[in-house]
């Protein structure tokens, strides 16, 4: 073996076991339960992980780096986020590649993949946000070849109608039913813009422009009407759906009843709705918060925590997209200026572990949420579990290891974030990609570059 991790405490998402687990090029070769053989495997290196537990890599599925978006492009470059990816225990990063008039998917992608590949500290996949269809509907039509190029899941933005990044229901009809045919999942970003837009200018027009007001702009209602509409349409076309950051309760009812029936529509939560309410945005800095949809009231951070032990909450993801304090601080008299994003990357996988920790979910289901399902659901067969035959993205992970966060801690280019002074109970002490060192207690050692375009099948079984 090329590497032995030895006495720790193995976490699938079935369940808890102590075994070695010896690496061969990258990949998990052997899983050694122990019994009469156990103890046996000698590896060209060794880390003794007692005590620790031993957990895949996390995938984080929902990641904007270096965007352009708001005025500005995102604070972390593909080389800083996903450095910060390795550093929190996340080994596959997934982008949100936005196609434009006039584009091509594939040339899209590539383009993004060209700037990602140099820095790449973590292996990354793209998703690609559909925003326009082209004479005639001419995208379509390279929707099997996208597939092919491995993006098996597009975006559409329901928002984002000003900014000419919207898809119409009919659009979304057309590209439903052509992606389900090519093995490609729709992802949905789902708030009504009309009703966005119109409380926007009614609130600048009477002087209300706090970042209280980014919220009752978007409050629960209006995630909720575009989150049923987007089902309605999966269930009346038979496709599969994926409502990305889903973060209301109505909707979570929504998800709640389709699935019941039988139809394959999924979830993904991010922590900042787990975490906040929409009270932050009633604090001083409230606009460091503004991030679409915003934090809802109580209830609904309620409903997601129950969906989240439930299973109606398939995976939890980040929408890391963060910005300066200089950026957000456009926004200090007028909510509309500030550009929406937060910091998440490094957060998800400890924030998620520490609620294992504490009791709110099980160790299983975390790794279930952050690793298994998210590699399953989006066509990555060799990520998401310690499995023989997987690649080695492996995290060691202190349960007795006390943790805060602060932006002095944090590996990322950006110079504040939301998560500051949060407490987590256990933390990440060691990262393997593909079975390279590439974080250890509290220092980023892997090599930038070293991560790799994964190249994906098809999406939306599990
Ligand atoms: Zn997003």
Same mark, same amino acid.
């Not at 326009?132 to 379509?140: K, N, V």
């Not at 509409?229 to 209301?248: E, N, Q």
């Not at 709640?256 to 394959?264: I, L, N, V």
């Given at each position: 073996?090329?590497? =032995?991790?030895?006495?720790?405490?193995? =976490?699938? /998402?079935?369940?808890?076991?102590?075994?070695?687990? +010896?690496?061969?090029?990258?990949?998990?070769?052997?899983?050694?339960?122990?019994?009469?053989?156990?103890?046996?495997?000698?590896?060209?290196?060794?880390?003794?992980?007692?005590?620790?537990?031993?957990?895949?890599?996390?995938?984080?599925?929902?990641?904007?780096?270096?965007?352009?978006? /708001?005025?500005?492009?995102?604070?972390?470059?593909?080389?800083?986020?996903?450095?910060?990816?390795?550093?929190? /225990?996340?080994?596959?990063?997934?982008?949100?590649?936005?196609?434009?008039?006039?584009?091509?998917?594939?040339?899209?992608?590539?383009?993004?993949?060209?700037?990602?590949?140099?820095?790449?500290?973590?292996?990354?996949?793209?998703?690609?946000?559909?925003?326009?269809?082209?004479?005639?509907?001419?995208?379509?039509?390279?929707?099997?070849?996208?597939?092919?190029?491995?993006?098996?899941?597009?975006?559409?933005?329901?928002?984002?109608?000003?900014?000419?990044?919207?898809?119409?229901?009919?659009?979304?009809?057309?590209?439903?039913?052509?992606?389900?045919?090519?093995?490609?999942?729709?992802?949905?970003?789902?708030?009504?813009?009309?009703?966005?837009?119109?409380?926007?200018?009614?609130?600048?027009?009477?002087?209300?422009?706090?970042?209280?007001?980014?919220?009752?702009?978007?409050?629960?209602?209006?995630?909720?009407?575009?989150?049923?509409?987007?089902?309605? %349409?999966?269930?009346?076309?038979?496709?599969?759906?994926?409502?990305?950051?889903?973060?209301?309760?109505?909707?979570?009812?929504?998800?709640?009843?389709?699935?019941?029936?039988?139809?394959?529509?999924?979830?993904?939560?991010?922590?900042?709705?787990?975490?906040?309410?929409?009270?932050?945005?009633?604090?001083?800095?409230?606009?460091?918060?503004?991030?679409?949809?915003?934090?809802?009231?109580?209830?609904?951070?309620?409903?997601? %925590?129950?969906?989240?032990?439930?299973?109606?909450?398939?995976?939890?993801?980040?929408?890391?997209?963060?910005?300066?304090?200089?950026?957000?601080?456009? +926004?200090?008299?007028?909510?509309?200026?500030?550009?929406?994003?937060?910091? +998440?990357?490094?957060?998800?996988?400890?924030?998620?572990?520490?609620?294992?920790?504490?009791?709110?979910?099980?160790?299983?289901?975390?790794?279930?949420?952050?690793?298994?399902?998210?590699?399953?659901?989006?066509?990555?067969?060799?990520?998401?579990?310690?499995?023989?035959?997987?690649?080695?993205?492996?995290?060691?992970?202190?349960?007795?290891?006390?943790?805060?966060?602060?932006?002095?801690?944090?590996?990322?280019?950006?110079?504040?974030?939301? %998560?500051? +002074?949060?407490?987590?109970?256990?933390?990440?002490?060691?990262?393997?990609?593909?079975?390279?060192?590439?974080?250890?207690?509290?220092?980023?050692?892997?090599?930038?570059?070293?991560?790799?375009?994964?190249?994906?099948?098809?999406?939306?079984?599990?």
């Amino acid at each position: 073996m090329d590497l =032995v991790i030895k006495n720790g405490i193995v =976490v699938s /998402g079935a369940g808890e076991y102590r075994a070695d687990v +010896g690496v061969k090029d990258g990949r998990i070769a052997v899983i050694d339960g122990g019994g009469a053989s156990g103890g046996g495997l000698r590896g060209v290196e060794t880390v003794d992980a007692s005590g620790l537990y031993v957990l895949p890599g996390a995938v984080d599925a929902h990641t904007h780096l270096q965007m352009p978006f /708001g005025g500005t492009v995102s604070a972390d470059s593909y080389e800083a986020g996903t450095r910060a990816a390795v550093c929190g /225990g996340v080994t596959t990063v997934f982008d949100y590649a936005i196609q434009r008039k006039g584009k091509g998917i594939v040339r899209t992608v590539e383009e993004r993949r060209a700037l990602a590949e140099p820095g790449a500290c973590a292996d990354i996949a793209f998703h690609c946000a559909i925003t326009d269809l082209g004479e005639g509907c001419a995208l379509l039509d390279e929707f099997p070849k996208a597939a092919d190029y491995g993006v098996s899941s597009f975006k559409c933005f329901m928002v984002y109608k000003k900014e000419g990044m919207m898809i119409d229901d009919g659009m979304l009809m057309r590209i439903m039913e052509k992606a389900g045919e090519a093995g490609i999942l729709t992802n949905v970003h789902a708030e009504n813009p009309d009703a966005i837009d119109a409380r926007i200018a009614a609130f600048i027009a009477s002087g209300k422009t706090s970042p209280w007001y980014h919220y009752l702009s978007r409050p629960e209602f209006v995630e909720a009407e575009a989150v049923k509409r987007a089902v309605h %349409w999966a269930k009346a076309l038979g496709a599969k759906l994926y409502i990305v950051h889903l973060a209301c309760k109505e909707g979570v009812e929504e998800v709640a009843r389709a699935k019941a029936e039988g139809y394959a529509v999924f979830a993904e939560t991010c922590p900042q709705y787990l975490e906040f309410t929409s009270d932050v945005y009633k604090r001083e800095d409230g606009r460091n918060f503004v991030c679409s949809p915003p934090m809802k009231g109580a209830e609904s951070r309620e409903a997601l %925590w129950r969906a989240v032990k439930a299973g109606v909450i398939d995976t939890v993801a980040t929408d890391h997209c963060p910005f300066m304090q200089a950026e957000k601080d456009w +926004g200090r008299d007028d909510f509309t200026k500030i550009p929406n994003g937060c910091a +998440g990357i490094e957060n998800l996988y400890p924030y998620m572990l520490s609620a294992a920790n504490t009791g709110r979910i099980s160790f299983s289901q975390a790794v279930r949420l952050c690793a298994e399902t998210p590699a399953k659901l989006f066509g990555c067969p060799s990520k998401g579990s310690v499995t023989v035959g997987k690649d080695a993205d492996i995290v060691l992970y202190d349960r007795a290891r006390d943790f805060t966060v602060s932006v002095k801690n944090m590996h990322s280019d950006y110079d504040q974030t939301i %998560w500051e +002074g949060k407490p987590l109970k256990g933390y990440p002490v060691k990262t393997f990609l593909r079975g390279k060192l590439v974080y250890d207690n509290g220092n980023y050692v892997g090599v930038p570059g070293q991560g790799r375009y994964i190249k994906r099948s098809e999406s939306g079984c599990l």
